[in-house]
Nanobody, 122 residues
Framework: QVQLVESGGGKVRTGGSLMLSCVAS????????MAWYRQAPGKQRELVAR???????NYADSVKGRFTIARDDRSKTVLLHMNSLKLEDTAVYYC????????????????WGQGTQITVSS
C-alpha cells in the first residue's frame, strides 16, 4: 500500500540548482532511513545521499559540498537540494525509504519511487 511520489526533476544548466522531493504515503507505521540513488546510462545504480531517522547524513564523494539531503517526518518527505550541477550529474534519480508498512509487527523494508530524469547541459 505504500507509495513514494517524486517531483522536481527536469532539465537544468551546468552550475544551476534543482531540488527534488519525495513523499511517502499509505499504511505507514514507521520510517527509518531515507536516501537518494541515481543511475546513469550504462552505469550501476549508486548511492547519492542518505539520512538516518536521527538526522545523520552520508554523501557520495562526487556530490559532497554540492548536494544536501533533508527530511520532514511530519509530511514523510525526503528532499535533495542540488547546487553547482555538472554534466556528470545527469541520471535517473530514485528516492527510497526503509518503512514499516501494514502493521506494527511488520519488518522494515525498502520502498522505491518511480525515478525522475535529471538532465544537465551547458
Amino acid at each position: 500500500q505504500v507509495q513514494l511520489v517524486e517531483s522536481g526533476g527536469g532539465k537544468v544548466r551546468t552550475g544551476g540548482s534543482l531540488m527534488l522531493s519525495c513523499v511517502a504515503s499509505g499504511m505507514i507505521f514507521g520510517v527509518s532511513a531515507m536516501a537518494w540513488y541515481r543511475q546513469a546510462p550504462g552505469k550501476q545504480r549508486e548511492l547519492v545521499a542518505r539520512i538516518s531517522s536521527g538526522g545523520t547524513t552520508n554523501y557520495a564523494d562526487s556530490v559532497k559540498g554540492r548536494f544536501t539531503i533533508a527530511r520532514d517526518d511530519r509530511s514523510k518527505t525526503v528532499l535533495l537540494h542540488m547546487n553547482s550541477l555538472k554534466l556528470e550529474d545527469t541520471a535517473v534519480y530514485y528516492c527510497t525509504a526503509q518503512i514499516r508498512a501494514g502493521s506494527w509487527t511488520a519488518t522494515f523494508e525498502d520502498y522505491w519511487g518511480q525515478g525522475t530524469q535529471i538532465t544537465v547541459s551547458s
